[in-house]
């Protein structure tokens, strides 16, 4: 399994912003910081902006920030909220699979493994990691 790179970037713009919390950021300073593009960051803290996690101020003297304390950001629930489709087979999204009929658990056992994997990103916050 493969995290997506908006969940990547994600994760480091709220790493970024918990090691700095002592001033307001910008996305370009995000994006040069973290080696990505500003387009993409963009979009990731538009997205992270819809939480509580991050707070953007608008106008000139505006910026970002986190929006709750590191202990209070759960990285499954960021986890969850960032990626678009955490479906392992096609099978995750499709209930007409003609395997199924025929005893097929592979569901079963990915959704499993999946979930182990949710919950293990669950068991940590932010503060855990910076």
């Keep these: 399994?493969?995290?997506?790179?908006?969940?990547?970037?994600?994760?480091?713009?709220?790493?970024?912003?918990?090691?700095?919390?002592?001033?307001?950021?910008?996305?370009?300073?995000?994006?040069?910081k973290l080696e990505t593009s500003p387009h993409h960051m963009k979009k990731v803290i538009?997205?992270?902006?819809?939480?509580?996690?991050?707070?953007?101020?608008?106008?000139?003297?505006?910026g970002l920030r986190l929006g709750l304390s590191p202990e209070e950001i759960n990285l499954g629930e960021v986890l969850t909220f960032t990626e678009e489709n955490l479906n392992l087979f096609e099978c995750f999204s499709n209930s007409n699979c003609p395997?199924?009929?025929?005893?097929?658990?592979?569901?079963?056992?990915?959704h499993a493994a999946l979930s182990k994997f949710i919950n293990e990103f669950s068991a940590y916050t932010l503060a855990d990691i910076i």
Excluded at 46 to 59: E, P, R, V, W, Y
Excluded at 99 to 110: D, F, R, T
């Design 99 to 110: 395997m199924v009929a025929g005893g097929c658990k592979l569901k079963s056992i990915s």
């Design 46 to 62: 538009h997205k992270l902006a819809s939480t509580d996690f991050i707070i953007s101020l608008k106008g000139r003297t505006g």
């Design 1 to 32: 399994m493969q995290i997506s790179k908006f969940s990547d970037y994600a994760f480091r713009a709220l790493i970024y912003l918990a090691n700095n919390t002592d001033k307001l950021c910008t996305v370009e300073e995000l994006a040069e």
